[in-house]
């Protein structure tokens, strides 16, 4: 090999390197700017004001290209759990309002959803500790953070109010009709006119009695769903307490329950932080859940 060829060999070589420690010294940016274009950085923000624990309050979700489709509030409180707090389907908007619960254990709320051209957003704002929570005659209403909520199968009878047995009543009688009537029906086939025939009566009966077992369990089923429907209308009844609070019964199994019927109270302890979603009116109201009980103060929100 001549030493020409070897200098040009060499010198191919020493820029291959060249080349490929630039390559590798650039690949942690470009990683890193796909990683963020596929996290989805649509422009936008959340102003969450001055909350309140124990209280609905209001942010501001906005985006420089607008809002679409599903558009949802988180709250992470301080011991890592994640509660779904807001759920609405927008068509387009430049902004919206959205109406969320507080407690003194949320640490931050995410909003999440689209914006106006279609490209994912997470808006993430923190409370500020000092002063969150803070409330002119906080120091003389009764601290709701110390009342332990009763078992469901001990609320206060006020708080059962709404439950109707008059469903239950109903299907049963039709359940024991609907039972009693192939028995009967049954009996009167099973009378043999002779001895001979003794036979086919027991047949008769055996059939006759797993034919009324299929409605006994219908009718339970029913009788289940009967007593269900029963208080399935939104409601919250309540129950007060010596301490100068008030127990709360909140039920909206299958409609939403509109926020205007807490009006009359000021902080609100809930058991678990509820969801809130536009009403048919559009008001903020509870979305459809189980029933669960809340410690609540008499008042004003801002009071």
Request: net charge positive.
């Amino acid at each position: 090999m001549s030493a020409l060829t070897h200098r040009r060999v060499l010198a191919c070589r020493v820029a291959l390197a060249v080349a490929l420690a630039v390559a590798l010294a650039a690949a942690p940016r470009i990683v890193g700017a796909q990683a963020s274009q596929v996290s989805g950085s649509a422009a936008a923000s959340i102003s969450l004001g001055s909350p309140l624990p124990y209280a609905f309050n209001e942010a501001v979700v906005s985006s420089r290209a607008g809002l679409s489709g599903r558009l949802t509030v988180y709250g992470l409180g301080s011991d890592g759990e994640r509660s779904e707090l807001y759920r609405a389907d927008l068509d387009y908007a430049g902004a919206a309002t959205v109406t969320y619960y507080a407690w003194p254990g949320l640490d931050s709320v995410v909003a999440e959803g689209r914006d106006g051209d279609g490209l994912p957003f997470e808006a993430r704002s923190r409370l500020e500790r000092p002063g969150f929570g803070s409330r002119p005659g906080a120091e003389t209403a009764p601290d709701l953070s110390t009342l332990e909520f009763p078992m469901r199968r001990r609320m206060p009878e006020a708080l059962e109010a709404d439950r109707r047995p008059w469903p239950l009543a109903l299907l049963s009688m039709w359940a024991v009709l609907f039972t009693l009537a192939p028995l009967a029906a049954a009996k009167a086939r099973g009378r043999p006119d002779s001895a001979g025939l003794g036979r086919t009566g027991a047949t008769g009966r055996r059939a006759a009695i797993a034919a009324a077992v299929a409605p006994i369990a219908v009718a339970a089923v029913a009788a289940g769903l009967a007593y269900a429907l029963g208080s399935a209308r939104p409601a919250v009844r309540a129950a007060p307490d010596g301490s100068g609070a008030t127990l709360l019964g909140v039920r909206s199994p299958l409609e939403p329950l509109p926020l205007s019927s807490l009006d009359g109270y000021g902080r609100l302890r809930f058991q678990r932080p509820p969801l809130v979603t536009p009403g048919d009116d559009g008001l903020p109201a509870l979305a459809p859940a189980p029933f669960q009980a809340a410690w609540a103060l008499p008042g004003r929100p801002r009071e």
